[in-house]
């Protein structure tokens, strides 16, 4: 990208603005995307959020407009609390591309590879301190993520460096169909009493499956 080209980005996103959104908001989005989804408009997988509205919306009191944020294949919430337009971001669900949205200009990032998204969001930190840069990631992840070897490689590194990186554990306690401690044959989770101010672990119930919305739908 030429210099031109740097310096316009950066004026768009400065024009950019992250909004408060209400619960019902977000519980009526995600209720419309389930709609879309069942009557067979999306063509591809949806993972949908419930239970975790008033966590989040609290949450993101404290990311700030230059803050990136990097999330799984579940992110419609946290994509509009960092700003991305309603309008905009259920056309590019309605496309398909709700397992892996990315918004460059409102500094958000998804993948919909597991613990994927984690070593991106490290090097985004280390970019970070390197230019002394006084923002910070948030990188959000699944309790199942949580206890894979990336996880536990990336957030050690990021605390033996002392990067500008916080990790927030969700857990729906869903492996996709079996809960996540029978998986691991774990009664406690690696994170689930942490207390490093680089971690952040939250519980919540979620009334959707893994993925989809409980109905068999033919792509």
């Known amino acids: 990208m030429d210099e031109g080209k ?3 980005f950066e004026k768009i996103f400065l024009n950019l603005k992250m909004r408060t959104y ?4 977000l519980i009526n989005f995600e209720n419309d995307i389930a709609k879309c989804f ?11 959020y419930s239970g975790n509205e008033d966590f989040l919306i609290k ?8 803050d990136w944020v990097f999330c799984s294949w579940r992110s ?5 609390l960092k700003g991305v337009p309603p309008k905009k971001l259920r056309k590019e669900i309605i496309e398909g591309k709700s397992i892996s949205l990315c918004f460059p200009e409102y500094k958000i990032y998804s993948s919909a590879i597991v613990g994927g998204i984690l070593p991106i969001a490290v090097g985004m930190a280390i970019s970070l301190k390197r230019k002394k840069s006084k923002n910070k990631v948030y990188c959000f992840m699944g309790e199942m993520t949580s206890e894979t070897g990336i996880a536990h490689e990336t957030i050690k590194y990021s605390i033996n460096k002392k990067l500008p990186i916080h990790f927030i554990v969700e857990d729906n306690r869903k492996s996709v169909c079996t809960d996540t401690r029978k998986t691991w044959s774990q009664n406690k989770l690696t994170y689930e009493k942490s207390t490093s101010k680089y971690i952040t672990y939250y519980k919540y119930n979620l009334k959707y499956p893994h993925a989809g919305v409980e109905k068999r739908v033919q792509f």
């Open 38 to 48: 069942n009557d067979g408009k999306i063509h591809a997988p949806v993972h949908l």
């Open 59 to 66: 949450f993101f009191k404290k990311i700030k407009k230059n």
């Open 6 to 8: 740097s310096i316009g």
């Open 76 to 80: 419609h919430y946290q994509c509009l």
């Open 22 to 25: 209400k619960k019902k908001e």
